[in-house]
């Protein structure tokens, strides 16, 4: 399992957390934001997956 650091859409601020996942579309909490598809798109602005960094 990939590491629990959390991401941000560069195109809204979303931020991702891998201790919430994203339920409402099969990613149950606990899910790395590494083992995300790569069709995996923003659930706020459905920005691609590309768009989201890595949060220091």
């Known amino acids: 399992m990939g590491n629990m650091e959390k ?3 560069t195109v809204c601020g979303y931020v991702y957390d891998p201790a919430r996942g994203d339920p409402d579309n ?3 909490p606990g899910t790395a934001f590494e ?3 790569e069709t995996w798109t923003c659930p706020e602005c ?6 989201f960094e890595k949060m220091v």
């Open 7 to 9: 991401y941000r859409c």
């Open 26 to 28: 099969g990613h149950p």
């Open 35 to 37: 083992i995300l598809p």
């Open 46 to 51: 459905g920005a691609p997956k590309s768009e």
